[in-house]
T-cell receptor, first 118, second 112 residues
Framework: GAVVSQHPSRVICKSGTSVKIECRSL??????MFWYRQFPKQSLMLMAT?????????EQGVEKDKFLINHASLTLSTLTVTSAHPEDSSFYIC??????????????FGPGTRLTVL | DAKTTQPTSMDCAEGRAANLPCNHS???????VYWYRQIHSQGPQYIIH???NNETNEMASLIITEDRKSSTLILPHATLRDTAVYYC?????????????FGTGTRLQVFP
């Protein structure tokens, strides 16, 4: 299957700083990528849909000014957590959709980034 | 969006078949049933999907009832590495959407 990578895999930062997480589709082009957040022992929560060359679409309750998403190329989307606080500590997962599969455009998930804000 | 309900947890002996049920009574005619799993601290992994016919691949089989209100994921010979949270998802499809909305899933524990 297609491979999606995330960088970094783990990050620890101080409260008030900003953190950027990269999501890359390694062997396919992804016009659409998705960002999820997962707290311990909970399910994945969709944060936003990222479309190449256009603004991201955020889910209800997700602050777009706090979670900046940029999808500047067909293989890269970035999520920047601005002015991070301890409550932003979570597991952030991206997925990328391979549009080459016709109607069955599969989503492939990255390995996740664990963010800890001190 | 059609909602799914799954048991919170299940156990299965290694080598036996694991049958994971899912209810999706409000599914629409053009919505697919997808199954993903998430091993601890990793990203979800696609398993299988189907519309109304039963499906099988190298990982699992998917049995969908005739009325499409429920389905069962079958892992024919569970191994310890199949211990994970299994998510049954009804795919929300539409122009410029096509989101996957995850429910709470079933935590499958395979024991020796």
């Amino acid at each position: 299957g297609a491979v999606v990578s995330q960088h970094p895999s783990r990050v620890i930062c101080k409260s008030g700083t900003s953190v950027k997480i990269e999501c890359r589709s390694l062997d396919f082009q992804a016009t659409t990528m998705f960002w999820y957040r997962q707290f311990p022992k909970q399910s994945l929560m969709l944060m936003a849909t990222s479309n190449e060359g256009s603004k991201a679409t955020y889910e209800q309750g997700v602050e777009k000014d706090k979670f900046l998403i940029n999808h500047a190329s067909l293989t890269l989307s970035t999520l920047t957590v601005t002015s991070a606080h301890p409550e932003d500590s979570s597991f952030y997962i991206c997925s990328a959709r391979d549009h080459s599969g016709g109607a069955f455009n599969e989503q492939f998930f990255g390995p996740g980034t664990r963010l800890t804000v001190l | 969006d059609a909602k799914t309900t799954q048991p919170t947890s299940m156990d299965c002996a290694e080598g036996r078949a694991a049958n994971l049920p899912c209810n999706h009574s409000t599914i629409s005619g053009n919505e697919y049933v997808y199954w993903y799993r998430q091993i601890h601290s990793q990203g979800p992994q696609y398993i299988i999907h189907g519309l109304k016919n039963n499906e099988t691949n190298e990982m699992a089989s998917l049995i969908i009832t005739e009325d499409r209100k429920s389905s069962t994921l079958i892992l024919p010979h569970a191994t310890l590495r199949d211990t994970a949270v299994y998510y049954c998802i009804v795919r929300v499809a539409g122009y410029n959407t096509d989101k996957l909305i995850f429910g709470t899933g079933t935590r499958l524990q395979v024991f020796p």
